[in-house]
């Protein structure tokens, strides 16, 4: 099962923007739908954004209320998923997660944003915006 590091959280205000990467422990090039989730204290694990196991950005699905504002890409090279996140607000404080899907769902390039679909967790990076 593949290994994952997040990294790349921090403190920031409100309108600025952060940089989150996630290290994967072996080649995930077409073998791995990756995606961000995050978990704000007292809710639910939330899917933010997931990309195809082949890469393709055309391919990438968002939760509504962070579509326009963050971008999931992949470095092949390296084996890494970065989360852009711009015009951070409040609302996007909370700990984000990288996972790994190598199922059904990701082959048959059925895009999930549901936390069941995805077997490979890293231990998160903790997001904070201020107003």
């Known amino acids: 099962q593949v290994r994952l590091k997040e990294s790349g959280g921090g403190s920031v205000e409100a309108g600025g923007s952060l940089t989150l990467s996630c290290a994967a422990s072996?080649?995930?090039?077409?073998?791995?739908?990756m995606a961000w989730f995050r978990q704000a204290p007292g809710k639910e694990r939330e899917g933010v954004a997931v990309?195809?196991?082949?890469?393709?950005?055309?391919?990438?699905m968002y939760a509504d209320s962070v579509k326009g504002r963050f971008t999931i890409s992949k470095d092949e090279a390296a084996d890494i998923v970065y989360l852009r996140m711009h015009r951070l607000n409040p609302a996007d404080t909370a700990m984000y997660y990288c996972?790994?899907?190598?199922?059904?769902?990701?082959?048959?390039?059925?895009?999930?944003?549901?936390?069941?679909?995805?077997?490979?967790w890293g231990q998160g990076t903790q997001v904070t915006v201020s107003s």
């Open positions: 072996e080649n995930i090039y077409s073998t791995h739908c």
């Open positions: 996972a790994a899907s190598a199922g059904k769902k990701c082959y048959d390039d059925l895009l999930s944003l549901s936390a069941d679909d995805y077997t490979s």
């Open positions: 990309l195809d196991r082949l890469n393709r950005p055309e391919a990438a």
